[in-house]
């Protein structure tokens, strides 16, 4: 299954990455903001994504917009230090399927990210 992941740390990009290149994904491609999430969204298009929320050009909320508006199909997990309810409440409303709060472990990332994808797999 094609997955993304999105976020302008390096380090979490990275977690992310190292925790799921043992599970059933292809990591098809990272950013580090939401405009270069949309661009690589359009060429590589991936069925799963995690994504922050705050990030420079473009934040999470506007690239869930952005990438919601190119395929309703996609299960997006926020990833995000932003524990703000009514920003987690507009991130699902928009589309978004999860919310996981950093930091995370391991486990827990795995867990939210069969969560999102139970009923595809």
């Known amino acids: 299954m094609k997955f993304m992941v999105v976020d302008d740390s390096m380090v979490i990009r990275e977690k992310i990455q190292n925790v799921l290149k043992d599970e059933e994904f292809e990591i098809v491609g990272t ?13 590589l298009k991936p069925r ?7 990030m420079p050009l ?3 909320i506007e690239t869930i917009k952005e990438i919601i508006a190119l395929d309703t199909d996609v299960r997006i997990l926020v ?28 486990v827990e990332l795995v ?6 994808i139970e009923d595809i797999v």
Do not use: W
């Open 79 to 106: 990833v995000s230090a932003l524990a703000d309810k009514a920003t987690l409440i507009q991130a699902m409303h928009l589309g978004a399927y999860g919310f996981l709060c950093k930091p995370f472990r391991d």
């Open 48 to 54: 799963v994504m995690t994504l922050d929320i705050t």
């Open 58 to 60: 473009m934040d999470g």
């Open 31 to 43: 950013a580090q903001n939401g405009i270069e999430a949309v661009e690589q969204f359009k060429i």
């Open 111 to 116: 867990e939210a990210i069969e969560e999102l």
